[in-house]
């Protein structure tokens, strides 16, 4: 199917691949193909015209607050402090990768989402470089007062809002459908819910279908309905739009091509500029040979200046390649927070142990010469004296727990407080990635 004059190629996430729908906002989308390529370079057959790229969730970190102002010129300085203030700062030099979206507006106050983009690493982007880009919960129809799950390029995701708008959006942690997926969704409500963002936990959630092999299967249904604790249906995948106006997202590396293709016009025109300058000294000055040379001369010197700067394009290439994501999904904290409260010795019937404080820090440093992730988790914890055995216990748990197999843990020895008479722990688990 060839894409109509004035139409846009959309690149959206599908279930297992890429896909490619063609259209436009007025006049809906239509798919033109669908591809088992998980990265987007490798995508081919791509109509002529514009190209607009969805992000996936993965790539993606949402952070939704309710800021206490109705002054819209006030949102994006909002936006960047309240991202900084959890963690998720965008890379330096890495392009346009924040942007906030009004979910809704109330007297001196509106709810909006922050996002940050993970920088693309190689591959994540296609050969032809997209005139537009806007993440993929926004270009699908998200019902309102439900929970959305759906599979992007092999991954289960999860959001909510409502058409046009996204309030929260997450890559699931796991690989499948189960009861641990749904405490991961109902921990992410509950926070949404504390901060005042849901009046309520949504009462059904709906799973779309791709028409694939890898839909989710009844069984899989009835487990993540149990742990979440609401029902769950499934249905058809709607068909995507594209968002307008769509997001300021600018990867650097697409920024920096459309100033070097910017420089390489300007170039023609000056180029071509001397070269009629040069022709017009050498018609002039036929018959003075030397000074028809010193004028080439001059000519291609300038040209040599101006053609230096299209290696602009590959040192920004290069000093580009030795940054890497400051923020990564799989470093949520709350990922972190949930799978260090699973690795307690604790049963429904007795609490041996309690959280007092947990810390958590991402930070880059520079590590013999390479800069790597140091990942950091402080837990302070107390117990009665009765169950000091729980504690060695807790600590064997946070050793040999799967979703914690990256950190080495310092154990130190329990201390009792004087004022309470329970015993007090710290452990902290360090990581480099």
Known sequence: MSAKKGDLNLMIPGADGWEIWTGSAVNGFRQHSSTEHLLALDVTGI???????AIPVRQVSAVPFRAQTDDLSL????ASMQLEKNGNRPALDGGQLTDHFVYGTAPEETHLTAVVMTPPSEGQLPRKSPDQFDISPRCLPLPEGKVVV?????????GLGKPGHALY?????????DARAGNEIYLALTQLQLQGLLKAIPEELVVWSHGSATDARPEELESLSRGLGISVHTSPRPYPTWPVPPSRLLPADVRAERLALQGKRNRNIMIAALAVVYLGVVAYLYVDLKKAKDGA???????????????????????????RPVVESDYHPLELFLATYRALPNTKEKRYIRFKKLSFLNQFREIEDELKVAREVVIEGLADQEDQQQIPIYAGNLR??????????SIQPETIDKRSGKLTFIFVGNATE
């Open 47 to 53: 109509p002529s015209g514009g190209v607009a790229m």
């Open 75 to 78: 949102l994006g300085d909002l």
């Open 150 to 158: 759906w599979r992007e390029l092999g991954r289960w995701v999860f």
């Open 169 to 177: 959006f997450q890559c699931l942690s796991g690989d499948r459908l």
């Open 297 to 323: 001369a001059v000519v291609k010197r300038q040209a040599d200046a101006v053609s230096g700067e299209a290696s602009l394009l590959d040192q920004h290439r290069s000093k580009w390649a030795e940054l």
């Open 400 to 409: 040999s727990g799967s979703d914690l197999d990256a950190f080495t843990w």
